[in-house]
């Protein structure tokens, strides 16, 4: 598999911002099972974090949450993507407040109680609605796991925390994350990062590949594994070592 080729079959993803854990889970299988990526957050304040770590192309929100009220989440992340797709759930029926939502920005709404089938139908209206809009700066973001490579600001978010990586280390994490699940020997990163006529030396990717470890997965689970004797692959954390 080519770079390129993973890169472009990534899955949607879709922040869930909902403080009812039962909810959100049953969304997120829900989102899950309709083939895109959930990236669930349980508060108004985790949810911008989320989102500014993942680069969401949709987002579920509730209308009431326990720190930020919903239509200020709603706000801001329009303010960060004023064409990102927002889907409100909201278990007031009021006119006064669905028309709230929709003139602060959300594209449509859900009133609790709801189907989970409507919800998806709903979102995948606004995906095809907003494919046409997508900002061609998402063709420079790389999604594996909860780990997110922004190729055009040069940012990497882990969780959505921000990690600060050298020029070299965000090229080899680049590299990487072009060609998930797949070993890459010392001779093709160096080829890829330095160019064949570098003098790189002995341990020059270990000491790179050591330093992205310390960054990346340090207090996580561990994504950049050593193959012994072959090179090294980065894969999702939940595929184990």
């Known amino acids: 598999m080519t770079g390129s080729a993973g890169y472009r079959n990534r899955r949607v993803r879709v922040l869930i911002v909902d403080d009812e854990p039962a909810l959100t889970d049953v969304l997120s299988a829900a989102v899950e099972e309709a083939g895109w990526r959930a990236y669930p957050a349980p508060d108004g304040q985790t949810a911008l974090e989320v989102a500014r770590g993942c680069a969401p192309h949709a987002v579920v929100l509730d209308g009431m949450l326990p720190d930020l009220d919903g239509l200020q989440v709603l706000r801001r992340l329009r303010h960060e993507n004023p064409r990102l797709p927002v889907l409100m759930l909201t278990a007031r029926d009021a006119l006064e407040h669905r028309l709230d939502g929709l003139g602060a920005g959300a594209d449509d709404y859900v009133t609790k109680p709801f189907s989970l089938e409507e919800v998806v139908l709903r979102l995948r209206g606004l995906l095809r609605r907003a494919g046409a809009r997508q900002n061609p700066a998402d063709a420079s973001v790389r999604v594996l796991g909860d780990l997110v490579l922004t190729e055009e600001t040069r940012e990497v978010h882990r969780a959505g925390a921000p990690i600060q990586l050298t020029a070299k280390e965000f090229d080899v994490l680049g590299l990487l994350l072009d060609h998930p699940r ?60």
Not at 199 to 206: I, K, T
Not at 211 to 217: A, F, T, V
Request: charged residues 25%; contains cysteine; aromatic residues 6%.
């Open 182 to 241: 797949q070993v890459l020997s010392k001779a093709q990163i160096i080829d890829h990062v330095w160019s064949t006529s570098f003098d790189c030396g002995g341990n020059l990717v270990e000491v790179y590949i050591s330093s992205l470890r310390r960054k990346i997965d340090r207090g996580r689970a561990p994504m950049i594994h050593t193959v012994r004797g072959l090179g090294y692959t980065i894969r999702p954390a939940e595929d184990g070592g």
